[in-house]
Protein backbone atom coordinates (compact mmCIF):
# COMPACT_ATOMS: atom_id res chain seq x y z
CA UNK A 1 0.00 0.00 0.00
CA UNK A 2 0.86 3.01 -0.90
CA UNK A 3 2.25 5.59 2.33
CA UNK A 4 1.06 9.78 2.51
CA UNK A 5 3.14 12.24 3.10
CA UNK A 6 1.52 12.81 6.94
CA UNK A 7 1.07 16.74 6.00
CA UNK A 8 -1.61 15.77 4.28
CA UNK A 9 -5.36 16.67 5.47
CA UNK A 10 -8.88 17.84 4.15
CA UNK A 11 -8.00 20.96 3.72
CA UNK A 12 -4.51 20.93 1.55
CA UNK A 13 -6.80 18.35 -0.23
CA UNK A 14 -9.35 20.50 -1.03
CA UNK A 15 -7.32 23.37 -2.18
CA UNK A 16 -5.56 20.86 -4.58
CA UNK A 17 -9.05 19.69 -6.04
CA UNK A 18 -10.22 23.38 -5.76
CA UNK A 19 -12.65 21.68 -3.71
CA UNK A 20 -13.66 19.34 -6.06
CA UNK A 21 -14.54 15.69 -4.25
CA UNK A 22 -15.64 17.12 -0.90
CA UNK A 23 -18.51 15.16 0.78
CA UNK A 24 -21.25 16.69 2.39
CA UNK A 25 -20.62 18.92 5.31
CA UNK A 26 -23.59 16.52 7.37
CA UNK A 27 -20.57 13.95 7.33
CA UNK A 28 -18.74 14.33 10.17
CA UNK A 29 -16.29 12.73 12.06
CA UNK A 30 -17.68 11.02 15.40
CA UNK A 31 -14.08 11.93 17.58
CA UNK A 32 -12.11 15.38 17.49
CA UNK A 33 -8.57 14.87 15.90
CA UNK A 34 -9.32 12.04 13.80
CA UNK A 35 -7.56 11.64 10.24
CA UNK A 36 -6.86 8.78 7.65
CA UNK A 37 -5.78 8.51 4.50
CA UNK A 38 -6.02 5.74 2.46
CA UNK A 39 -7.64 3.83 -0.48
CA UNK A 40 -11.58 3.84 -0.86
CA UNK A 41 -13.25 0.59 -1.08
CA UNK A 42 -16.78 1.26 -1.40
CA UNK A 43 -20.31 -0.63 -0.84
CA UNK A 44 -23.79 0.22 -0.63
CA UNK A 45 -26.11 -0.31 2.02
CA UNK A 46 -29.82 -1.27 1.72
CA UNK A 47 -32.14 0.80 3.52
CA UNK A 48 -31.94 0.27 7.46
CA UNK A 49 -29.70 -2.91 5.96
CA UNK A 50 -26.21 -3.64 6.74
CA UNK A 51 -25.60 -7.02 5.04
CA UNK A 52 -23.05 -5.46 2.73
CA UNK A 53 -20.67 -4.31 5.74
CA UNK A 54 -20.99 -7.81 6.94
CA UNK A 55 -20.18 -9.17 3.31
CA UNK A 56 -16.61 -7.47 4.07
CA UNK A 57 -15.80 -9.11 6.82
CA UNK A 58 -15.89 -12.07 5.32
CA UNK A 59 -13.22 -10.77 2.83
CA UNK A 60 -10.91 -7.97 4.02
CA UNK A 61 -9.86 -5.40 1.21
CA UNK A 62 -5.98 -4.90 1.66
CA UNK A 63 -4.42 -3.05 4.97
CA UNK A 64 -5.15 0.75 5.56
CA UNK A 65 -8.06 0.96 3.18
CA UNK A 66 -10.67 3.33 3.68
CA UNK A 67 -14.13 1.56 4.24
CA UNK A 68 -16.93 3.85 2.36
CA UNK A 69 -20.43 2.99 2.99
CA UNK A 70 -23.00 4.77 0.29
CA UNK A 71 -26.47 4.14 0.89
CA UNK A 72 -27.55 5.10 4.16
CA UNK A 73 -28.80 9.01 3.49
CA UNK A 74 -32.03 7.64 5.11
CA UNK A 75 -31.28 5.00 7.01
CA UNK A 76 -33.00 5.18 10.51
CA UNK A 77 -30.60 2.07 11.46
CA UNK A 78 -27.13 2.19 12.06
CA UNK A 79 -24.30 0.84 9.17
CA UNK A 80 -22.24 -0.18 11.81
CA UNK A 81 -21.95 -0.28 15.87
CA UNK A 82 -19.42 -1.05 18.41
CA UNK A 83 -18.70 -4.73 17.74
CA UNK A 84 -18.77 -4.59 14.14
CA UNK A 85 -16.79 -1.63 14.10
CA UNK A 86 -13.93 -3.70 16.01
CA UNK A 87 -14.17 -6.48 13.61
CA UNK A 88 -13.16 -3.72 11.23
CA UNK A 89 -10.31 -2.23 12.89
CA UNK A 90 -9.13 -5.89 13.53
CA UNK A 91 -8.98 -6.34 9.89
CA UNK A 92 -6.62 -3.61 9.13
CA UNK A 93 -9.31 -1.19 7.67
CA UNK A 94 -7.85 2.41 8.29
CA UNK A 95 -11.55 4.18 9.15
CA UNK A 96 -14.96 4.45 7.86
CA UNK A 97 -16.52 7.16 6.05
CA UNK A 98 -20.61 6.62 5.62
CA UNK A 99 -23.57 9.16 4.65
CA UNK A 100 -25.46 6.41 7.47
CA UNK A 101 -25.45 6.60 10.93
CA UNK A 102 -23.60 4.52 13.34
CA UNK A 103 -24.81 3.14 17.04
CA UNK A 104 -22.56 2.51 20.30
CA UNK A 105 -20.47 5.67 19.62
CA UNK A 106 -19.04 5.77 23.25
CA UNK A 107 -17.40 2.21 22.47
CA UNK A 108 -16.18 3.01 18.73
CA UNK A 109 -14.55 6.37 19.73
CA UNK A 110 -12.97 4.45 22.41
CA UNK A 111 -11.69 2.18 20.26
CA UNK A 112 -10.09 4.96 18.04
CA UNK A 113 -11.57 3.96 14.97
CA UNK A 114 -11.64 6.82 12.96
CA UNK A 115 -15.60 7.13 11.43
CA UNK A 116 -17.52 9.86 9.50
CA UNK A 117 -21.35 9.40 9.56
CA UNK A 118 -24.19 11.47 9.13
CA UNK A 119 -24.93 10.99 13.24
CA UNK A 120 -26.04 8.77 15.47
CA UNK A 121 -28.66 6.17 16.59
CA UNK A 122 -29.93 3.16 18.97
CA UNK A 123 -31.30 1.67 16.27
CA UNK A 124 -29.69 -1.83 14.99
CA UNK A 125 -29.52 -2.56 10.89
CA UNK A 126 -31.26 -5.55 9.26
CA UNK A 127 -29.60 -8.00 7.42
CA UNK A 128 -31.24 -8.87 4.24
CA UNK A 129 -29.25 -7.51 1.45
CA UNK A 130 -29.09 -7.00 -0.90
CA UNK A 131 -25.20 -6.48 -0.45
CA UNK A 132 -23.51 -4.62 -2.93
CA UNK A 133 -19.34 -4.42 -2.81
CA UNK A 134 -17.11 -2.92 -4.96
CA UNK A 135 -17.49 -0.53 -8.18
CA UNK A 136 -19.13 2.67 -7.68
CA UNK A 137 -21.15 4.78 -5.22
CA UNK A 138 -22.24 8.39 -4.62
CA UNK A 139 -22.38 10.30 -1.73
CA UNK A 140 -24.53 13.82 -1.71
CA UNK A 141 -23.95 14.04 -5.55
CA UNK A 142 -20.13 13.07 -5.45
CA UNK A 143 -18.67 9.72 -6.67
CA UNK A 144 -16.60 7.30 -5.09
CA UNK A 145 -15.07 4.55 -6.94
CA UNK A 146 -12.61 1.78 -5.27
CA UNK A 147 -9.08 3.23 -5.34
CA UNK A 148 -9.94 6.47 -5.10
CA UNK A 149 -7.99 8.42 -2.16
CA UNK A 150 -10.07 9.32 0.98
CA UNK A 151 -8.61 12.05 2.94
CA UNK A 152 -10.81 12.99 6.07
CA UNK A 153 -9.83 14.65 9.10
CA UNK A 154 -11.69 17.15 11.54
CA UNK A 155 -12.72 19.57 8.88
CA UNK A 156 -14.24 16.78 6.60
CA UNK A 157 -14.04 14.14 3.62
CA UNK A 158 -11.94 15.03 0.40
CA UNK A 159 -12.22 11.85 -2.23
CA UNK A 160 -8.96 12.32 -4.93
CA UNK A 161 -10.08 10.23 -8.73
CA UNK A 162 -7.51 7.71 -8.41
CA UNK A 163 -6.17 8.93 -11.84
CA UNK A 164 -5.27 12.20 -10.40
CA UNK A 165 -3.75 11.43 -7.19
CA UNK A 166 0.00 12.61 -7.82
CA UNK A 167 -1.08 15.36 -9.57
CA UNK A 168 -3.38 16.62 -6.71
CA UNK A 169 -0.35 15.61 -4.62
CA UNK A 170 2.21 17.82 -6.33
CA UNK A 171 -0.83 20.97 -5.97
CA UNK A 172 -1.39 20.01 -2.14
CA UNK A 173 2.70 19.96 -1.53
CA UNK A 174 2.86 23.72 -3.50
CA UNK A 175 0.07 24.91 -1.59
CA UNK A 176 1.36 23.64 1.52
CA UNK A 177 4.54 25.44 1.01
CA UNK A 178 2.82 28.70 0.40
CA UNK A 179 1.18 28.55 3.36
CA UNK A 180 4.42 27.54 5.02
CA UNK A 181 6.05 30.59 3.71
CA UNK A 182 2.99 33.07 4.54
CA UNK A 183 3.01 31.77 8.04
CA UNK A 184 6.85 32.44 8.49
CA UNK A 185 6.39 35.52 7.32
CA UNK A 186 3.62 36.92 9.47
CA UNK A 187 5.90 35.42 12.85
CA UNK A 188 7.98 37.78 11.56
CA UNK A 189 5.88 40.11 11.39
CA UNK A 190 3.65 39.43 14.89
CA UNK A 191 4.13 43.23 16.79
CA UNK A 192 6.01 42.38 19.85
CA UNK A 193 4.82 42.85 24.07
Not at 2 to 10: D, G, Q, T, V, Y
Not at 176 to 185: S, T
Amino acid sequence: MEKFPEWLNATLASDASEGEGVLPGNILPLQANALVVGPAYVLLMSQDDNLSVRKVLENLPAPGTVLVVAGGSSSRAATVGGLMALEIQNGGIAGLITDGLVRDSREIRELGFPVWCRGVTPIAPKKNGPAIVGGTVSIGGKVIREGDLVIADDDGVVIWPQERIADLLQKAETRLKQDNERLARLHMNKPSE
